[in-house]
């Protein structure tokens, strides 16, 4: 079965720095773009970072600067360094695979999100 296992989330004073990893097992011949949404309380999901698989990337501007995706094609991970956290970037982050080729077919994975939580 495949999927996307993210890690790294957790409780931060504002001005610190998480690194966010998600990596998607089973069986997989290859993927597309990878990115990181976040979703606060009360508040619709947003792209937060993409990359793809050539390794160039998009931001929100709200994160620009401060945060920095990447990705390990080798071990199917990619990862969110989040520096200069602050308390409005706190939410629940959830990492999506797009076209996952699969033995099986192709996929559209999301991970079941990590909190961040960054405190004033």
């Known amino acids: 079965q495949v999927q996307l296992v993210e890690s790294g989330g957790g409780l931060v004073q504002a001005g610190g720095s998480l690194r966010l990893s998600c990596e998607a097992s089973g069986s997989i011949f290859s993927i597309g773009a990878m990115a990181w949404y976040r979703q606060a309380p009360e508040k619709q999901r947003e792209l937060v970072a993409r990359?793809?698989?050539?390794?160039?990337?998009i931001y929100a501007d709200s994160v620009k600067g401060r945060f920095t995706i990447s990705r390990d094609n080798a071990k199917n991970t990619a990862y969110l360094q989040m520096s200069s956290l602050k308390p409005e970037d706190a939410a629940v982050y959830y990492c999506?695979?797009?076209?996952?080729?699969?033995?099986?077919?192709?996929?559209?994975?999301w991970g079941h999100g990590t909190q961040v939580t960054v405190s004033s």
């Open positions: 999506n695979a797009e076209r996952v080729t699969t033995p099986r077919g192709l996929y559209n994975l």
């Open positions: 990359i793809l698989s050539g390794g160039s990337s």
